[in-house]
């Protein structure tokens, strides 16, 4: 392998004041840019996971956010570019893990383009959100290698009026790209327009994809001998059958938001689960646990039981297997993976309900 020298392949000529200083500018300009986009990306994570963890009103603007820091990224990718080109031609060790990196960066910016524009949405036989995430989650343990390897050192006048000048003006060209990237889906009339602020695109409530998180597998289950177990800090309380719950049920109109990238409204008949927990005599304690027969599970705030619903019947028909009978929930207002499938019981106890994955694990 070849070796650079301390100083790399190129040392200033001896003497030349005006190559030193040229040289020490670029130096200077490139930590700027690259803790310009340390920062950008760190955000671009954050946001990303902040949009898909939550599905209320408010996180429209995470999700414009997330949006903004992403063309961040490419509004610094001129000057970025450049201090690529120099870093190649000194050939450290790594570089093709700093090339893996960039890939996997743009791979990432351009399927989130391409499904907020609606030009992509689908690369075979996955989709382009799918990609997205794959491709972010997977440039981390890059992004890890790349700070310890080629470290940015934060310094004092970081803080300074200079730089603070220099954060607003990538703020603003981040917003502008941002604005600009809106503005071209509007007047092009592209795809994107029809999206929902989550950028989940519409699906036919009659025909929407039987979806698993990531490994869950579609249990067969006998409807006819289903029971739900009620659960009361780890005693069973009651077990209830179809039948039971059906007198039970309401109407609730209800957008299920899969952050696999669509959406479906449609109406489904279930029980509102304050009431099931009333009924039964279980309504104190912190959480509220919903267990599928496969093990996939979701925690919610006991105070959220008035806006949670047990469904037995979507769109005036029996739940189709794949889609969670005889009983899942419906969770209006949070994204699809709260809406557990197939539920086998539910449990009331003193668990925080943040005590969980932020994200199911199967
Ligand atoms: N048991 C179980 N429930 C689950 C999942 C799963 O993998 N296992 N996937 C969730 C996700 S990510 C979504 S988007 C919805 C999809 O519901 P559908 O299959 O009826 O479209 O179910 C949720 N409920
Ligand atoms: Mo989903």
Known sequence: MRRAGPRGNQPAPPGSRHRRQTAHNVVVAGRRTNLGLLVLLSWALASGFLAFAIGEGWDRWVVVAHGAV?????????????????GL????????????????????????????????????????MQV???AA??????????????????RRTDLGRRSLLRAGALSAGSLAA????????RGAGLPGRSARFTGSYSADPRDIPVTQWLTDSIPTVDVGSWRLRLVARGQEVEQLSLADLEPLTEPVRATLDCTGGWFADQLWEGV?????????????GRSVRAVSITGYDRRFPVADAGRLWLA?????????????????IVAPGRRGFWWVKWVTA????DTPWWWQPPFPLR
């Open 70 to 86: 992403g063309l961040g990224i490419l509004v610094l990718a001129p000057w970025k570019s450049v201090i690529v080109r120099r």
């Open 312 to 328: 037995t019947r979507a769109g005036d028909e029996p739940l189709a297997p794949g889609h969670g009978a005889p009983a899942r």
């Open 137 to 154: 989650l997977g440039s981390v343990p890059f992004a890890l290698w790349h700070l310890a390897a080629r470290p940015v050192r934060p």
């Open 346 to 349: 539910i449990e009331v106890d």
């Open 89 to 128: 031609r000194r050939h450290r060790p790594g570089s093709s893990w700093s090339v893996a990196f960039s890939i996997l960066v743009a791979v990432a910016l351009a399927t989130g383009i391409g499904h907020a524009t609606g030009l992509l949405r689908s690369i075979g036989p996955v989709t382009a």
């Open 178 to 185: 941002f604005g600009g990237l809106a503005g071209a889906i």
């Open 272 to 284: 509102r689960l304050d009431r099931l927990l009333a009924r039964a005599g279980i309504g104190d």
């Open 132 to 134: 997205h995430v794959a």
